[in-house]
């Protein structure tokens, strides 16, 4: 009998659990930063990055500018990666070239030109554990892991053969020993850090990865909903504007481009 009652008490706290996963998450404005602007990131110690044609702006969580970085290579493709604040990555498909910035925005090593490494197109890099690295490389349909010393450690399998698709990814990010790769027009397909295939998550239409507390955020239609990672529920994150453009998010802050500028948002209390 005891046992029976503490089975039915766990699920009672799942399904608790689970309603509280389910439930709307209530954003209010906190403010604005205004300036024109093509792509919003935030990291988690807050600071927020703001990239425009040639330059990237960082502020701290109260909008003060703290430094910014030019280079003719940002353009409205470049990609950013803020996972290891300290080793902040941002690559040009275009360009083929790698750059490594410090907190500062500063350029942690010369940067990279991949054509000189030998490879014919590499699509997309993303920040990896122990201040490694990776690239997928469309061509061969493979990831490929690298130290922090440009040493390549290990690289995947064919991933189209593998899954049987084509596959076209968008976006690449890891996240607590799980590297993610989105197709908008297949789903969301997790890997291993040692290149493994996972599972696929069936979410489509997504083109950018923003991934935080056991969640995917996406638009659809002009609103934000989060995916959970555990149990596939929805919910809907409240917002007082329609997302129209880009954005990103932590546990504590939500950053929304929009005509005026970077529009910045807490949780309601």
């Known amino acids: 009998m005891r046992i029976l009652r503490f089975f039915l008490f766990v699920l009672a706290l799942m399904a608790s659990a689970g309603n509280l996963l389910s439930q709307e998450t209530s954003w209010s404005q906190y403010k604005v930063l205004e300036g024109p602007v093509t792509k919003v990131k935030t990291d988690q110690l807050n600071s927020i990055y703001a990239v425009r044609n040639g330059e990237i702006i960082k502020y701290d969580a109260q909008g003060k500018m703290l430094t910014r970085y030019s280079n003719k290579l940002i353009g409205d493709g470049v990609k950013l990666d803020v ?139 002009g609103k934000l909903f989060g995916l959970n990672l555990i149990d596939q529920s929805e919910e809907i994150v409240q917002l007082e504007s329609a997302v129209t453009a880009d954005f990103d998010l932590n546990r504590t802050m939500l950053c929304l481009v929009s005509p005026k500028g970077i529009i910045i948002y807490t949780p309601k209390e």
Do not use: C
């Not at 907190?103 to 990896?128: C, P």
């Not at 690289?155 to 993610?180: G, H, W």
């Not at 923003?210 to 969640?215: E, N, Y």
């Open 83 to 221: 996972t290891n604040p300290m080793k902040v990555i941002l690559y040009s498909e275009d360009q083929m070239r790698l750059i490594f910035l410090d907190s500062r925005l500063g350029e942690l090593r010369e940067e990279i030109n991949l054509f000189n490494q030998g490879y014919e197109q590499i699509s997309l890099a993303a920040t990896s554990h122990s201040n490694g690295f990776w690239l997928y490389d469309p061509i061969n349909f493979k990831l490929i892991r690298f130290d922090q010393y440009f040493k390549k450690e290990r690289e995947s399998l064919n991933i189209a053969q593998l899954l049987r698709v084509e596959f076209y990814p968008t976006d690449m990010i890891e996240i607590e020993n799980k590297v993610y790769l989105t197709d908008p027009k297949n789903g969301i397909y997790v890997f291993d850090v040692y290149g493994n295939y996972i599972k696929r998550i069936p979410l489509k239409g997504v083109n950018e990865l923003h991934i935080t507390d056991q969640r995917i955020f996406f638009e659809r239609g």
